[in-house]
């Protein structure tokens, strides 16, 4: 059963520093894994997708990677600000469609 | 377009009684998943549909929970008789097989039990 693991739970951290989440799962056998971000009272926005064959994908300030033979993703946050304070989720996507999800890295930016 | 839409935002009803909750898909997705977020147990996965027809089941708790998808624009997720323990936020989400199989979500159903 493949089970995703994020870590740390929470991180709370300066403004204008860089930082990184990381995301480890069981199974290499994916499809794709996500990043979302979820901010408190709402539903996910989806901010990153990276499909099995990669290694990477950037936007703006985001970077994920990828490295499906250790199970491991990391997000990388550059020059974080105080909108960036959220809940960050990571989602493997295996056979058929199924979304497992970790617990989430709650990320506070401090002014 | 204006993405999932689900409806109600918020819903709170008494142990009992019937719940229906709802979400219209983005137009041109032919996948169609209802989530379940809870602070114990995150989100898990409940049903999906391809193509209006279910696929996987596994993950309804029990059978107090129906969904339905009677056409490509509208699913209905159903718990009868509810519970305060189906107390949670329940999403919808859609996705295109075609291309990258990312899904997205619509904001999402606060359902209270008491």
């Known amino acids: 059963k493949q089970e995703v693991t994020q870590i740390p739970a929470a991180l709370s951290v300066p403004e204008g520093e860089n930082l990184v989440l990381n995301c480890s799962f069981t199974d290499s056998a994916i499809y794709n894994l996500q990043w979302f971000r979820q901010d408190p009272g709402k539903g996910l926005t989806s901010l990153l997708l990276?499909?099995?064959?990669?290694r990477e994908q950037t936007s703006g300030r985001l970077n994920a990677s990828l490295d499906k033979s250790s199970g491991r993703s990391t997000l990388y946050i550059a020059a974080s600000q105080p909108g960036d304070s959220a809940t960050y989720l990571c989602a493997v996507l295996q056979g058929a469609q199924k979304l497992v999800f970790g617990q989430g890295t709650r990320l506070t930016i401090n002014p | 377009d204006a993405g999932v839409i689900q409806s109600p935002r918020h819903e709170v009803t008494e142990m009992g009684q019937e719940v229906t909750l709802r979400c219209k898909p983005i137009?041109?997705?032919?996948?169609l998943f209802w989530y379940r977020q809870t602070m114990m147990r995150g989100l898990e996965l409940l049903i999906y549909?391809?193509?209006?027809?279910?696929?996987?089941d596994s993950g309804m708790p029990e059978d107090r929970f129906s969904a339905k998808m009677p056409n490509a624009s509208f699913s209905t997720l159903k718990i009868q008789p509810s519970e305060p323990r189906d107390s949670a936020v329940y999403f919808c989400a859609s996705s295109f097989r075609g291309t990258s199989n990312e899904q997205y979500f619509g904001p999402g159903t606060r359902l209270t039990v008491t």
């Open positions: 137009s041109g997705h032919d996948y």
């Open positions: 549909f391809n193509n209006n027809v279910p696929i996987d």
């Open positions: 990276i499909q099995s064959s990669q």
